[in-house]
């Protein structure tokens, strides 16, 4: 299986100011159609987990665009250039490239 | 609007049978990957399977030898089962649209216990 690694665990971040989060794959995530199938959720509490990045760096509707993918292979970023009181939450890596799919452990973003 | 509603037994005993259904509104079934994914109280997230348009199906090697996901267009839905359910096998289970899990329905808490 692809293990998909995030960090941190646990990110305290100041209203207005930026946050990154780290995925590495245990392995490339470059489909032999081409395509990087690493995708990006929140989960806010008590909500079921949202999709916000697709094939890396593809935002979904109604995705405020603070928020950007990056990366390629096994190395991948998740920026939010302002964080707004609504971003808290728990924020998890996926890749759908190889079979099983598999998920990141989850990085809890919180308000200082 | 794509709108994922799904639905099923919340409470098990142990050995018994999982059986959740995932309504689909606003989209064919036909043309797209259908998947399943659960996720214990407190932790993260676990693929279990997925089906095709076509019906092929894959699954967590993990769970293999228990789960079984269809599909039935005629009502525009589809379905897991897990089977020998353990107190392990407690979580909320979510229905998606797609591999890259598009759109969720709002989850299932199924609980485990004798």
């Known amino acids: 299986d692809v293990v998909m690694t995030q960090s941190p665990l646990s990110l305290p971040v100041t209203l207005g100011q930026p946050a990154s989060i780290s995925c590495r794959s245990s392995q490339s995530l470059e489909h032999s159609d081409g395509n990087t199938y690493l995708n990006w959720f929140q989960q806010r509490p008590g909500q079921s987990p949202r999709r916000l990045i697709y094939?890396?760096?593809k935002r979904d509707s109604g995705v405020p665009d603070r928020f950007s993918g990056s990366g390629s292979g096994t190395d991948f970023t998740l920026k939010i250039s302002r964080v707004e009181a609504e971003d808290v939450g728990v924020y998890y890596c996926m890749q759908a490239t190889h079979w099983p799919r598999t998920f990141g452990g989850g990085t809890k973003v919180e308000i200082k | 609007q794509v709108q994922l509603q799904q639905w099923g037994a919340g409470l098990l005993k142990p050995s018994e049978t999982l059986s959740l259904t995932c309504t689909v509104y606003g989209v064919s079934l036909s043309g797209y990957y259908w998947s399943w994914i659960r996720q214990p109280p407190g932790k993260g997230l676990e693929w279990i399977g997925e089906?095709?348009?076509?019906?092929?199906?894959n699954y967590n090697p993990s769970l293999k030898s228990r789960v079984s996901i269809s599909g039935d267009t005629s009502k525009n839905q589809f379905s897991l089962k897990l089977s020998s359910v353990t107190a392990a096998d407690t979580a909320v289970y979510y229905c998606?649209?797609?591999?890259?899990?598009?759109?969720w329905g709002q989850g299932t808490l199924v609980t485990v216990s004798s």
């Open positions: 089906i095709s348009d076509s019906g092929s199906s």
């Open positions: 998606a649209r797609r591999a890259n899990l598009e759109n």
């Open positions: 094939k890396v760096s």
